[in-house]
Nanobody
């Protein structure tokens, strides 16, 4: 059974930084691409960043230059470093792993950017 657990969310003022972490268990972590998604109130869930087993990354245009995704295969962790945060970054952030035809999701962690 694959389990994903996010942590690191919180309340931060505009311009601040947060680092989100996703811990994976129950799978051969290094073989699979990982992604961070977010869902803001009244909006659809969107891909924020992804990283493949070969360390190829991609980012949504809205976060390029501000967010960085990385992974530590030995520790089975994926990170999302978020800098220069804006109020529009406020959302629940979810960790994702796709294995075969099944998507696995964490429980989500709330990020709120507000003065």
């Amino acid at each position: 059974q694959v389990q994903l657990v996010e942590s690191g969310g919180g309340l931060v003022p505009p311009g601040g930084s947060l680092r989100l972490s996703c811990a994976a268990s129950g799978t051969l972590f290094s073989f699979y691409p990982m992604g961070w998604y977010r869902q803001a109130p009244g909006k659809q869930r969107e891909l924020v960043a992804s990283i493949t087993s070969g360390l190829i990354t991609n980012y949504a245009d809205s976060v390029k230059g501000r967010f960085t995704i990385s992974r530590d295969n030995a520790k089975k962790l994926v990170y999302l470093q978020m800098n220069s945060l804006k109020p529009e970054d406020t959302a629940v952030y979810y960790c994702n792993l796709k294995k075969s035809s099944t998507d696995y999701w964490g429980q989500g962690t709330q990020v709120t950017v507000s003065s």
